[in-house]
């Protein structure tokens, strides 16, 4: 009985954080479409609101093409891996009536992140495209310069909290939120996290001068829905994350939830203000400004730590 309460909790989950993904898509391409003063979507239904599922049908309806001397397996199955990681990092959800015992969430969500850059190498180089290839280099290089400091950051967290469980941070901030204690750090966090989801102004998985879309130009009809579910899914994912932090994590109050399109918006907001950094900028800023800061942070907190017991 168990364990089929928990297969059905777990489908639930995916198939509420899919249809979150389809109206976030949605959302996106009508902010962006105000922000660059015209509509959006609005021809399908009521205000363009099937649009996400006229699009998926579209996507997943077009003939499957493959470049001919790509690395078939492999190019095949790095985007449905790639979802796969997107949508498992979601069990660590903080969610009282646990379906799992995720004693070590923390831990748990550092090892799913890490394992996303494997499914961009692996769509880089089974493409065996030479644009393909410089993206997924490119965006591995990015993500693994940005993970150092999220772990740090994580790492300090943990020290604070005493524990990996994220249910910790909810008895934590039952009086005050860590946004208003830690402002440097949530901004911090919060460029992380742009950075780990390859979004603008960090988006060098996307694009740049010389490339198409980066590690996923080969990709495209069924292939290239799914690295785009997967890309939507840890942003959502990212912004629950943030909000668990900073901000509160009561799942169960509807703030929560508003707090959560506030700051998805926000990641919508960014891109279509911000300009694209250069590369060489990119990788300053994480090794120069976000690794030291990290690095200070958790000694700190560390000091604090061991100050409090010595006073108590």
Not at 104 to 125: D, E, K
């Amino acid at each position: 009985m168990e364990i089929l309460l928990f297969i059905i909790s777990s489908l639930v989950l995916i198939i509420f954080v899919l249809v979150s993904v389809a109206f976030f898509t949605l959302l996106e391409r009508k902010v962006l479409g105000y922000i660059q003063v015209r509509k959006g979507p609005n021809k399908v239904g009521i205000m363009g609101i099937p649009q996400p599922f006229c699009d998926a049908i579209k996507l997943f309806t077009k003939e499957q093409t493959y470049p001919l001397l790509s690395n078939y397996i492999s190019y095949y199955f790095s985007p449905i891996f790639s979802l796969f990681l997107s949508l498992l990092i979601w069990m660590c959800m903080p969610i009282f009536m646990k379906l799992f015992s995720f004693n070590l969430g923390l831990l748990f969500f550092l090892c799913c992140t890490s394992l996303g850059v494997y499914s961009i190498m692996i769509a880089g180089w089974s493409s065996n495209s030479n644009y393909a290839l410089l993206g997924g280099l490119r965006s591995v290089a990015q993500s693994i310069s940005y993970e150092v400091s999220l772990a740090l950051i994580l790492l300090s967290f943990i020290f604070l909290i005493g524990g990996y469980n994220m249910l910790m941070f909810y008895k934590f901030q039952l009086y005050i939120w860590f946004l208003l204690i830690m402002f440097p750090v949530a901004l911090v966090w919060f460029s992380i996290s742009l950075a780990e989801t390859n979004r603008t102004p960090f988006d060098f998985a996307e694009g740049e001068s010389e490339l198409v879309s980066g590690f996923n130009v080969e990709y495209s009809s069924g292939g290239f829905a799914l690295i785009f579910l997967a890309e939507y899914a840890s942003i959502l994912f990212m912004s629950m994350l943030f909000c668990v932090m900073f901000l509160g994590s009561d799942v169960f109050s509807f703030l929560f939830y508003m707090k959560l399109v506030l700051i998805s918006f926000s990641f919508i907001w960014i891109r279509g203000t911000l300009p694209r950094f250069r590369y060489d900028k990119l990788m300053y800023l994480a090794w120069k400004s976000f690794l030291p800061f990290s690095l200070n942070f958790l000694l700190f907190i560390i000091g604090m730590k061991i100050l409090f017991i010595y006073l108590i």
